[in-house]
């Protein structure tokens, strides 16, 4: 397994020897990918799995974490999701860049009771690796190009560790320029 620069004092092992700390969704699509020994995987206290406080505890840079967050949207009382990968540092753009990627009136960050249910992750935890197979997962182009990234691991108590290249190759990935704004 390749050296991680970003996991700062954890250490860092396959993925696929600490399934425990991964959601299902999210072990079962690193095995089909065959990703499940590329991506490394630490395990943390689940009381400082946001991004900032993770970053703090354990010496990771925040400009190499990245963070999921689903977005909804109805079109013909349908409700369309999507998730979008950005770097902590910025914020995506739901209001112009994913609402029209989704060809919806209004978007919005969807109800953490609908992302769990949707996705069987834990809310705070949720990673675009294992999501429904028919969201498109909305990739920052920041994100796509970076070397490394810590990401959630579907839970609460553990962090991936893996390439923008990895998260660029999921089925469902659309690498979008502009997706992510500076934080101001």
Avoid: H
Avoid at 23 to 39: C, Q
Avoid at 46 to 56: L, N, R, S
């Amino acid at each position: 397994m390749r050296s991680w620069n970003i996991a700062g004092t954890l250490d860092v092992v396959p993925a696929a020897e600490r399934p425990d700390l991964l959601a299902e969704p999210v072990a079962k699509a690193l095995r089909e990918l065959g990703a499940d020994t590329e991506a490394g995987v630490v395990e943390i206290d689940p009381e400082v799995a946001d991004t900032e406080q993770f970053c703090e505890t354990y010496g990771s840079p925040l400009d190499a974490s990245a963070n999921c967050v689903v977005v909804a949207g109805k079109r013909g009382g349908e409700v369309r999701y999507a998730a979008a990968m950005v770097l902590a540092t910025t914020r995506a753009d739901v209001n112009n860049v994913i609402r029209r990627r989704l060809d919806v009136r209004k978007a919005s960050f969807a109800p953490m009771a609908d992302a769990v249910a949707q996705t069987a992750m834990a809310y705070g935890g949720i990673t675009p690796i294992g999501l429904p197979d028919d969201w498109p997962v909305l990739l920052d182009t920041a994100v796509a190009e970076a070397p490394e990234v810590v990401i959630g691991s579907g839970t609460r108590n553990g962090k991936l560790l893996v390439t923008g290249e990895l998260l660029a190759s999921l089925p469902a990935a659309e690498v979008i320029d502009g997706l992510a704004k500076p934080i101001i």
